[in-house]
């Protein structure tokens, strides 16, 4: 009798990378609380709580691409065992300080831990056969996660401010560790398992990473000025901002999931075509605030356009190396671009207007919508 043919990524590996995957960029979905309780709290100023959150978010992506090369050689579980201890302990040594210098240290040592964690996670994910589908599922999952987890930190902050916040995430990270023992990619072909990792091919990686890069800065720059378009310029309650940012982590979920989907019927060089030209769209008005109608619109193809590249960005990573280096240096990539995003969007608000950002933003998503054309068929020619 036939076997029945296997549908998908088993359900415990793709829990196990998107809850590592959420480890990756659980700094990023909390900037918003974390940055508010640094300046009621520990009274450090705006532009200094700021930069404690970049700075982070840049050690997560950096951490992750600097330990690529032996996550295999070391072991996925292994770095990520090593990743989790480090980001606990940092977590809770973050109650110890309050001065900036110090704070910096140990928030930077726990994105180290984070970092290793994530670079686990991806690099499993792009061990697997079907790594749009693994991350596409995945990611999936870690929405899923978030949309769960944040009102329940907002009202912990609300009630407990800056310690509230640091034990909050420590549990949450002692509480999904476990699930990190199910990385390991039993989908994945013993070739890809046993075999030396690929050479990475110097020009499409190039490509990726700068279509990673370009795509992340815009959209990295629009997301930071959501809530002050929306308040300031066209004068919108805090309360609707956040009720538009909520339904844009619906339409992520949507978009997500949509890759597995559109890889089989479609490929992916029109999805990815899309996908960033969508986000520059959407970046464009989010950013320039033209009327509550296009703002609320950008608002929800916003997150639909991201999730759907952003899996995408480190499935295409994977095909460049199967033994998940690839993927990883993805992940990292997207992090760091994505946090230096705010700063560039910053200095540009600085010289000009909403308007020109606005611009800035469409055009950057443009030009990795292009750099995207020769590096898709680049790997579809392998």
Partial sequence: MLKPENKGPPFKFVVAVGIGSLFGVISLNLAPFTIGAFIDDLGITQARSGFLVTAELVVIGLSAILISPTVNKIGIRRTALLGIIIAITGQLASLLFEQFGSLLTIRLF??????????????????????????????????????????????VVGHFGYRGIVLAVAAFLLISAPTLIWLVPK????????????????????????????????????????????????????????????????????????????????????????????????????????????????????????????????????????????????????????????????????????YILALFCFGSCLLAAIISLPLIRSLNSR
């Fill in 110 to 155: 726990t994105a180290m831990g984070l970092g290793l964690v994530y670079a686990s996670a991806n690099a499993a994910g792009g061990r697997a056969k079907n790594p749009d589908a693994v991350f596409s599922l995945a990611i999936t999952c870690s929405l899923i996660v978030v949309a769960l987890f944040l009102p329940g930190i907002g009202a």
């Fill in 187 to 354: 989908e994945a072909s013993s070739s890809t398992l046993t075999s030396k990792a690929d050479v990475l091919k110097t020009t499409d990686l190039f490509l990726l990473i700068a279509m990673i890069a370009f795509f992340n800065v815009g959209t990295g720059a629009a997301w930071t000025f959501m809530e002050r378009v929306g308040i300031v310029k066209l004068g919108l309650p805090s309360e609707q901002v956040g009720l538009i940012l909520g339904m844009g982590t619906f339409a992520g979920i949507f978009g997500a999931l949509s890759v597995s989907w559109l890889s089989k019927r479609v490929g992916r060089l029109y999805p990815i075509i899309a996908g960033l030209s969508i986000g520059g769209i959407s970046s464009f008005f989010i950013v320039s605030g033209l009327d509550i109608a296009s703002y609320i619109i950008g608002g929800l193809l916003f997150w639909g356009s991201y999730m759907l590249i952003y899996p995408y960005s480190i499935a295409l990573g994977s095909d460049l190396d199967k033994s998940g280096r690839g993927a990883t240096i993805a992940a990292g990539m997207t992090m760091m671009s994505f946090a230096v995003g705010p700063m560039v969007g910053a200095q540009i608000l600085t010289v000009s207007s909403f």
